[in-house]
């Protein structure tokens, strides 16, 4: 019994150790601190002023209609978007008929930028999506991620910058 306790606890801290190994690298080069501004308006014609202004932990999720992984995301980010404030930026996925018709076909009711021709991506050094950055009461980035993330993922980090943000 000792010994299958001993694996699995061997199994998990490689697993972690290479999640977060894997992590470190894929998000080289992402843009830290304060975030580029991003001054778009929204599908909707509303703006979402980066960096945050409101004080509390936010979300910037960048997307392409043509990535799966984002694809299976879309209920996560769904979610979280009902308790934070969140904007997704609709990366590389055609022009505003196109995404229109994506996010009604899908029911991704979030808010969503257009980034036409990859300008708001390259400023936040984005190599792959789906990238996550979440900010902090102060709109500064706190967590930034490429691939896939839970909801619980999510939630997690939105938590830690609120706790990091009382305690600066």
Avoid: H
């Avoid at 308790?83 to 196109?98: I, M, Q, R, T």
């Amino acid at each position: 019994m000792a010994g299958k306790l001993k694996q699995m606890l061997l199994f998990g801290s490689t697993a972690i150790a290479l999640y977060v190994g894997a992590q470190l690298v894929v998000t080289r080069g992402l843009v830290s601190g304060t975030p580029p501004p991003i001054r778009e308006a929204t599908l909707d014609g509303a703006t979402f002023d980066v960096p945050n202004r409101e004080r509390r932990p936010a979300v910037i999720y960048f997307w392409a209609s043509w990535c799966q992984i984002c694809k299976a995301m879309q209920g996560s980010i769904r979610s979280v978007a009902q308790d934070a404030p969140l904007v997704s930026v609709a990366l590389l996925s055609g022009d505003e008929n196109e995404v229109r018709d994506y996010v009604k076909r899908e029911g991704f009711d979030v808010p969503v930028i257009l980034d036409r021709d990859g300008a708001i991506g390259r400023d936040y050094g984005i190599r792959g999506v789906p990238a996550v950055f979440i900010l902090g009461p102060d709109g500064n980035i706190r967590f930034s991620t490429i691939g896939y993330t839970s909801e619980l993922g999510l939630r997690v980090r939105l938590w830690l910058a609120d706790l990091v943000g009382v305690l600066d």
